[in-house]
């Protein structure tokens, strides 16, 4: 059971836009930055996104992420069939004083 | 370029003791903060264990509390984490992660190819 909630899978056809959400608490979103990552079969997770709304250098303005209150969400929009990834949110908990992830979400590009 | 070099992983006994290294390069080690990330077959990711830049700050996942140990030698540019008392549960695919944001704003930009530990007897 993992300390932030993700829906388990998504799915929207190309070109279209989807959004992945993550519920967290007080003690981890709503007081914290949270980070999304992306992560292709048999891969390493890739930072997608930080500070809750940053793109590194090099990831497309397609992925934008938002936060309010205890929730952050995900957004890509112009899907591609390469976007089909699991994809994970996370931050820091004050309570727990320690990292957590969201359970992850498989995205199906259809 | 940032490279990340996860060694040490392998098959060991329920109750015994390994120890993972993480040889980094490209980048200055000894102002970053360092984490630890594991993924069990066919599950999602779970966060283990961060360093400050300088080892001054450690913090583990409860699930490892007392068992593992994360140290860094900035004068090697490397990561360990010391694992004892190992449980099957702790069969996983080890990440060692660069933390750009630092102990209360865990984010990961750079991350190595994983370290497959499996513990069965």
């Known amino acids: 059971q993992s300390v932030l909630t993700q829906p388990p899978s998504v799915s929207a056809a190309p070109g279209q836009k989807v959004t992945i959400s993550c519920s967290g608490s007080s003690s981890n979103i709503e007081n914290n930055y949270v980070a999304w990552y992306q992560q292709l079969p048999g891969t390493a997770p890739k930072l997608l996104i930080y500070?809750?709304?940053k793109r590194p250098s090099g990831i497309p303005d397609r992925f934008s992420g938002s936060k309010s209150g205890a929730s952050a969400t995900l957004g890509i929009a112009g899907l591609q069939t390469g976007d089909e990834a699991d994809y994970y949110c996370?931050?820091?908990?004050?309570?727990?004083?320690?990292?957590?992830f969201g359970g992850g979400t498989k995205l199906t590009v259809l | 370029q940032v490279q990340l070099v996860e060694s040490g992983g392998g098959v060991v006994q329920p109750g015994r003791s390994l120890r993972l290294s993480c040889a980094a390069s490209?980048?200055?080690?000894?102002?970053?903060?360092m984490d630890w990330v594991r993924q069990a077959p066919g599950k999602g990711l779970e966060w283990v264990a961060f360093i400050s830049f300088d080892g001054s700050n450690k913090y583990y996942a409860d699930s490892v509390k007392g068992r593992f140990t994360i140290s860094r030698d900035n004068s090697k540019n490397t990561l360990y984490l010391q694992m004892n008392s190992l449980r099957a549960e702790d069969t996983a695919v080890y990440y060692c992660?660069?933390?750009?944001?630092?102990?209360?704003?865990?984010?990961?930009?750079?991350w190595g190819q994983g370290t497959l530990v499996t513990v069965s007897s």
């Open positions: 992660a660069r933390n750009r944001g630092g102990g209360n704003n865990p984010n990961f930009d750079y």
């Open positions: 500070d809750n709304n």
């Open positions: 490209g980048f200055t080690f000894s102002i970053y903060a």
């Open positions: 996370g931050t820091w908990d004050s309570s727990l004083s320690a990292g957590v």
